[in-house]
């Protein structure tokens, strides 16, 4: 179970990730079902997540989490072509 919720966590620091340029667009969305899909999140757990409030930065333990959590950071930042400061602020956090 607590792989599940290091998994649904990890894919709302993704979401936060979209949302720092106040430009959530179908490219980082189609990115972060992906990932999600990879991670075994379905659409329904990441709702209720959503829904529950739980889309806060959540730092992964482990350093190779660490390295998967900040390689699809960085895949969600770049993927709309557009870097923009705040995703920079973000993904120093």
């Not at 990115?31 to 990879?38: L, Q």
């Not at 889309?55 to 709309?80: A, F, Q, W």
């Amino acid at each position: 179970m607590k792989i599940k919720q290091d998994n649904i966590a990890h894919v709302c620091n993704l979401i936060l990730m979209a949302i720092q340029d106040h430009n959530f667009d179908l490219e980082e969305k189609r990115a972060i079902i992906k990932i999600a899909t990879r991670l075994g999140i379905g659409p329904s757990e990441l709702d209720q997540a959503i829904r529950e409030g739980n889309i806060r930065l959540n730092i992964p333990e482990s350093i190779d989490k660490r390295i998967e959590h900040l390689n699809d950071l960085v895949t969600i930042m770049v993927v709309d072509n557009n870097v923009d400061k705040e995703e920079l602020r973000y993904i120093s956090k």
